[in-house]
């Protein structure tokens, strides 16, 4: 096996998003729902580059002599976005974490969420948030073990969605 | 009962960071907040803000003894949306929330909070403010509208229910996790340099 530097970099092309699909559609088969996987390189291009944009991107790079066979240097990405507690102010919400599988145990997802973490202080965050599936236990260890806690276990608080038709009535006021 | 939804506007941080209050209270962790008022007003009222806040409010013959409206008899539910303060009028209630993002499924709005004054509650205020947070948010093309709500609190775990919510934790199993203090200052310092 041969060392990784893993280079986290600020991603700002619109290049990149082409590969950013192919590894979102990766995570979306470990979780085990690609048919839900709706959103195009178009929508990503769209949505995080405008002036107030949805998300922000961090993407983990490694140097030419260890990219993949296909060619990828990108090997990672973590995504997220500003959110609001009422309570504690500022806080950052990860939405996505991934490291290609061949790029696992060398650190670098851990780089990037440590690199989500700088960021999110940074702009005055208190909170770095995000949600895993409970069954998926590499990852619930992994996290566990840098020092966070289930807010779900410990103070018993459900993530609930509206959405398709439900939210159609809603908006309109139906319900 | 006739009420207004608007949206806030910078002066309505006071009555906000009250409601915000009295919301822990009812979650029994009142020693939890931390943002003020100016806290509020720095963090919404901004050019690129993070968060969006809709106020309810009620005309001023129905206020309580405290100050604030007393629950009239009639029951007409008219919702109207205006985004400047109306002479005349008291809070009785607050939606805050702010954009998300699915990768699988794109733009989302996730209510943060949905709070109605006791006495005022039962007369169509809470599904006004959470159906205008609906609106905007699929005006703004979310396909998703999203909460967390206490596993005890069976009076808002039904309302959401019955307005077609699915409880995600139960459904899927999904957990939220979270960083903070001392643990997101530790997982900070060991980030890479630039």
């Not at chain 1, 699909?21 to 709706?38: C, F, G, I, N, R």
């Not at chain 2, 006495?119 to 703004?140: P, S, W, Y």
């Amino acid at each position: 096996s041969h060392e990784v530097e893993g280079i986290v970099s600020r991603h700002r092309s619109g290049e990149g998003y082409q590969k950013h699909s192919a590894t979102l559609k990766e995570l979306a088969e470990y979780e085990k729902v690609l048919d839900q996987v709706k959103v195009t390189q178009k929508d990503l291009e769209q949505d995080g580059f405008i002036k107030n944009p949805f998300f922000h991107g961090i993407v983990a790079e490694v140097p030419e002599q260890h990219r993949t066979k296909e060619g990828h240097a990108k090997v990672g990405y973590a995504l997220y976005f500003y959110t609001y507690s009422s309570w504690k102010g500022r806080a950052l919400y990860m939405e996505d974490l991934y490291v290609m599988p061949e790029f696992r145990g060398k650190g670098i997802g851990k780089a990037l969420m440590s690199k989500v973490a700088q960021l999110g202080l940074a702009a005055g965050c208190t909170q770095l948030n995000f949600a895993v599936l409970d069954w998926n236990k590499p990852s619930l260890d992994f996290y566990l073990s840098q020092g966070c806690f289930d807010v779900t276990a410990d103070m018993g608080y459900h993530c609930m969605r509206c959405e398709g038709a439900a939210l159609e009535q809603l908006a309109q006021g139906d319900t | 009962m006739h009420f207004k939804v608007r949206a806030a506007a910078k002066e309505d941080c006071k009555e906000i960071s009250r409601m915000i209050m009295e919301l822990a209270v009812y979650e029994n962790m009142a020693d939890q907040v931390k943002t003020s008022h100016e806290d509020l007003k720095r963090d919404g009222f901004s050019p690129n803000p993070f968060y969006e806040c809709l106020i309810a409010e009620v005309p001023d013959e129905h206020k309580t003894k405290d100050g604030h409206c007393l629950a009239g008899r009639s029951t007409c539910g008219h919702v109207s949306v205006s985004g400047q303060r109306q002479p005349g009028y008291t809070v009785v209630g607050y939606a805050l929330y702010f954009y998300t993002y699915s990768t699988w499924k794109g733009r989302s709005v996730y209510m943060e909070d949905l709070y109605v004054m006791p006495d005022f509650r039962g007369k169509g205020i809470g599904t006004g403010l959470m159906a205008k947070v609906a609106q905007v948010g699929v005006e703004k093309q979310c396909v998703r509208l999203q909460l967390s709500v206490l596993e005890w609190n069976k009076p808002s775990l039904d309302f959401y229910i019955a307005k077609g919510a699915e409880d995600l934790t139960a459904k899927e199993g999904w957990h939220f996790l979270r960083f903070h203090g001392q643990t997101l200052d530790t997982l900070a310092k060991e980030a890479p340099k630039d």
